[in-house]
C-alpha cells in the first residue's frame, strides 16, 4: 500500500492536537500559585500587619496596652488563616504560576520578572517553593500560638519577621532580577536584613 501526502494529513492533525491538548492541561487548575498569593497570602497578611501595626510600640513590638483581647481573638484567627493559605501554596500540584494571558504584577517593569519567569523559577526547584511556604505555615502556628497567649513578646518579633519570611521565597522565585539591588541596599544600610 503506498501512502501519499495527503492521507498522513489526519493522522499528523491527531498528533498535532493530542499534543496541543497536553501542553495546555496543566493550564486546567483549580487554582494557580498567583490566584493563591493575590486572594489568599496578600490579604491575610495585610490583616496580620494591620493589627500589628495598631500596637506598635516605640521598639518596633507589640504593646500590650493597645491590645484588646478582640485584638489578640483576631491576630490568632488571621494568623491560622494565613497559615492555611501557605498550606495551599504548598500543596499546589501542579504549580502553575498564572493562567494563560494573565500577568503578574511586576511585569513589564525595570527589574520585574514575567509570569513566564516566574514559572520558570519554580520550575527549576518546586520543592523548594513548597519548603518556603511550609516555613511560611510554620511562622504562623507559631503567631497564632503566641496570640492565643497574649504573648506581646512573642508577637512582636514574629509580626516583624513576617515580612522577611515573604521576601526569602519572593527574592528566589518571584522576583529574582531584584536580588541584586536588595543586596546592594543591604550591604549600604538602607535595608535591615533583620526585620
Given at each position: 500500500?503506498?501512502?501519499?501526502?495527503?492521507?498522513?494529513?489526519?493522522?499528523?492533525?491527531?498528533?498535532?492536537?493530542?499534543?496541543?491538548?497536553?501542553?495546555?492541561?496543566?493550564?486546567?487548575?483549580?487554582?494557580?500559585?498567583?490566584?493563591?498569593?493575590?486572594?489568599?497570602?496578600?490579604?491575610?497578611?495585610?490583616?496580620v500587619w494591620a493589627i500589628g501595626n495598631a500596637a506598635l510600640?516605640?521598639?518596633?513590638?507589640?504593646d500590650p496596652d493597645l491590645m484588646s483581647d478582640e485584638d489578640?481573638?483576631?491576630?490568632?484567627?488571621?494568623?491560622?488563616?494565613?497559615?492555611?493559605?501557605?498550606?495551599?501554596?504548598?500543596?499546589?500540584?501542579?504549580?502553575?504560576?498564572?493562567?494563560?494571558?494573565?500577568?503578574?504584577?511586576?511585569?513589564?517593569?525595570?527589574?520585574?520578572?514575567?509570569?513566564?519567569?516566574?514559572?520558570?523559577?519554580?520550575?527549576?526547584?518546586?520543592?523548594?517553593?513548597?519548603?518556603?511556604?511550609?516555613?511560611?505555615?510554620?511562622?504562623?502556628?507559631?503567631?497564632?500560638?503566641?496570640?492565643?497567649?497574649?504573648?506581646?513578646?512573642?508577637?512582636?518579633?514574629?509580626?516583624?519577621?513576617?515580612?522577611?519570611?515573604?521576601?526569602?521565597?519572593?527574592?528566589?522565585?518571584?522576583?529574582?532580577?531584584?536580588?541584586?539591588?536588595?543586596e546592594q541596599y543591604i550591604n549600604e544600610g538602607v535595608l535591615?536584613?533583620?526585620?
Amino acid at each position: 500500500m503506498k501512502l501519499t501526502g495527503l492521507s498522513l494529513i489526519p493522522a499528523l492533525a491527531l498528533v498535532a492536537a493530542c499534543s496541543q491538548q497536553e501542553e495546555e492541561a496543566p493550564q486546567d487548575v483549580e487554582l494557580t500559585l498567583h490566584e493563591v498569593m493575590k486572594n489568599e497570602i496578600d490579604v491575610r497578611a495585610d490583616e496580620v500587619w494591620a493589627i500589628g501595626n495598631a500596637a506598635l510600640d516605640d521598639q518596633a513590638g507589640i504593646d500590650p496596652d493597645l491590645m484588646s483581647d478582640e485584638d489578640w481573638t483576631n491576630l490568632a484567627a488571621h494568623s491560622l488563616s494565613l497559615r492555611q493559605a501557605a498550606i495551599d501554596l504548598a500543596t499546589l500540584d501542579p504549580i502553575i504560576v498564572t493562567r494563560p494571558g494573565v500577568k503578574i504584577v511586576d511585569e513589564g517593569v525595570p527589574f520585574g520578572d514575567s509570569s513566564a519567569d516566574v514559572q520558570a523559577n519554580i520550575d527549576k526547584n518546586p520543592q523548594g517553593m513548597r519548603d518556603m511556604a511550609n516555613a511560611l505555615a510554620a511562622h504562623m502556628a507559631d503567631l497564632a500560638a503566641a496570640a492565643k497567649d497574649h504573648d506581646a513578646a512573642r508577637a512582636g518579633p514574629l509580626i516583624n519577621q513576617l515580612d522577611g519570611v515573604c521576601e526569602t521565597c519572593h527574592l528566589e522565585y518571584w522576583y529574582p532580577s531584584q536580588k541584586e539591588i536588595i543586596e546592594q541596599y543591604i550591604n549600604e544600610g538602607v535595608l535591615d536584613p533583620a526585620s
